[in-house]
């Protein structure tokens, strides 16, 4: 969001200078409910052209969402914008959704954090950590690490970097056949042009930096385990007979996972430290760009889960606390 005047991320390319950017959400978790009220106006008002009164709502949440965050999403939903209905969900859950499965293995990446959620008939199963802080935005800082490195400029933008890391970063099976591919000049460098009209030259940046993922201690010296790793322990905490069918309905989801060969590279450090048995039963959902969102549509539209559904009743009886009850 951005002030005195208040903008969406696409309207701002050509005057992002002028404003004072703000991020409501940060780490997954909303720590500015003011602007983020501001941003759910913009949203109804502006975006959907349409007075949320009378309307049934749903927001997504991550699994480290806390209570208070619930309550306060909930009072602001009723007492300012008076809706009718309204339900909190996981978007790993809608992530699953939207393939038409309700028993899964969600790896969901994202932008701040990466979650590892087992699911089982419409709802995540309790277990020990199952998430990392290496996601979206650790691969671009990595990038830019890796730039300064080899004697280049800072990028001060971390959109640019972002852009960088999406358009053509990618990850690679093996990293150290790969750098010798780089000594022997047989990857062709990327030549990168920032706004200032200076250059970027790109080798080995764009295979490095999203290794991380995998090798999470040329980021982060206290990350033991890849993201495989951690897979593989979150499912090991399930029963053991639920186990082969979260294999068989694995999802890979959330927009960092859409760096070129993430699945592949998952199924292949995963088979490297799993037993063949599992290994041989692990099998990709195809996930589309906006599963949560596709899966939300789903789930608003299930005449099932209408118990579920805070309604105004619920909210005049109950308060805030009764997401509570009905969001878990």
């Given at each position: 969001?951005?002030?005195?005047?208040?903008?969406?991320?696409?309207?701002?390319?050509?005057?992002?200078?002028?404003?004072?950017?703000?991020?409501?959400?940060?780490?997954?978790?909303?720590?500015?409910?003011?602007?983020?009220?501001?941003?759910?106006?913009?949203?109804?008002?502006?975006?959907?052209?349409?007075?949320?009164?009378?309307?049934?709502?749903?927001?997504?949440?991550?699994?480290?969402?806390?209570?208070?965050?619930?309550?306060?999403?909930?009072?602001?939903?009723?007492?300012?914008?008076?809706?009718?209905?309204?339900?909190?969900?996981?978007?790993?859950?809608?992530?699953?959704?939207?393939?038409?499965?309700?028993?899964?293995?969600?790896?969901?990446?994202?932008?701040?954090?990466?979650?590892?959620?087992?699911?089982?008939?419409?709802?995540?199963?309790?277990?020990?950590?199952?998430?990392?802080?290496?996601?979206?935005?650790?691969?671009?800082?990595?990038?830019?690490?890796?730039?300064?490195?080899?004697?280049?400029?800072?990028?001060?933008?971390?959109?640019?970097?972002?852009?960088?890391?999406?358009?053509?970063?990618?990850?690679?099976?093996?990293?150290?056949?790969?750098?010798?591919?780089?000594?022997?000049?047989?990857?062709?460098?990327?030549?990168?042009?920032?706004?200032?009209?200076?250059?970027?030259?790109?080798?080995?940046?764009?295979?490095?930096?999203?290794?991380?993922?995998?090798?999470?201690?040329?980021?982060?010296?206290?990350?033991?385990f890849g993201f495989h790793q951690l897979a593989l322990n979150s499912i090991g905490q399930c029963d053991s007979d639920l186990r082969i069918q979260l294999l068989k309905h694995t999802m890979i989801s959330g927009g960092n996972s859409l760096i070129r060969g993430f699945s592949e590279r998952f199924h292949y450090e995963f088979s490297k430290i799993n037993n063949y048995r599992y290994s041989q039963q692990l099998n990709f959902i195809k996930s589309e760009k906006f599963s949560v969102w596709i899966g939300g549509c789903i789930m608003t539209n299930l005449?099932?889960?209408?118990?579920?559904?805070?309604?105004?009743?619920?909210?005049?009886?109950?308060?805030?606390?009764?997401?509570?009850?009905?969001?878990?």
């Amino acid at each position: 969001m951005f002030f005195p005047q208040s903008c969406s991320k696409n309207e701002i390319d050509q005057i992002q200078e002028d404003y004072i950017i703000k991020y409501p959400i940060l780490n997954s978790k909303i720590v500015d409910f003011d602007t983020m009220e501001t941003v759910w106006h913009k949203a109804f008002f502006e975006y959907l052209m349409t007075n949320p009164e009378d309307s049934s709502i749903l927001i997504t949440s991550q699994l480290n969402t806390s209570k208070n965050e619930k309550e306060k999403t909930t009072q602001i939903m009723f007492e300012t914008f008076n809706i009718s209905k309204f339900i909190i969900q996981i978007q790993s859950i809608l992530s699953l959704f939207s393939s038409g499965k309700t028993t899964g293995f969600v790896v969901d990446s994202g932008n701040d954090t990466t979650y590892f959620v087992p699911i089982y008939e419409g709802y995540k199963l309790d277990i020990k950590d199952n998430f990392c802080n290496i996601a979206g935005k650790s691969c671009s800082t990595y990038l830019n690490h890796l730039i300064t490195q080899s004697n280049q400029k800072r990028v001060g933008n971390l959109e640019i970097l972002d852009y960088i890391k999406e358009k053509y970063c990618y990850i690679t099976l093996d990293k150290e056949q790969e750098l010798q591919k780089q000594q022997q000049n047989l990857i062709q460098a990327i030549s990168y042009d920032l706004p200032d009209g200076s250059h970027l030259k790109l080798d080995i940046q764009i295979f490095l930096a999203p290794e991380i993922m995998f090798n999470p201690k040329l980021y982060d010296n206290s990350s033991i385990f890849g993201f495989h790793q951690l897979a593989l322990n979150s499912i090991g905490q399930c029963d053991s007979d639920l186990r082969i069918q979260l294999l068989k309905h694995t999802m890979i989801s959330g927009g960092n996972s859409l760096i070129r060969g993430f699945s592949e590279r998952f199924h292949y450090e995963f088979s490297k430290i799993n037993n063949y048995r599992y290994s041989q039963q692990l099998n990709f959902i195809k996930s589309e760009k906006f599963s949560v969102w596709i899966g939300g549509c789903i789930m608003t539209n299930l005449a099932q889960i209408s118990s579920d559904w805070i309604s105004r009743n619920d909210y005049d009886e109950y308060g805030p606390n009764i997401v509570q009850r009905k969001c878990f």
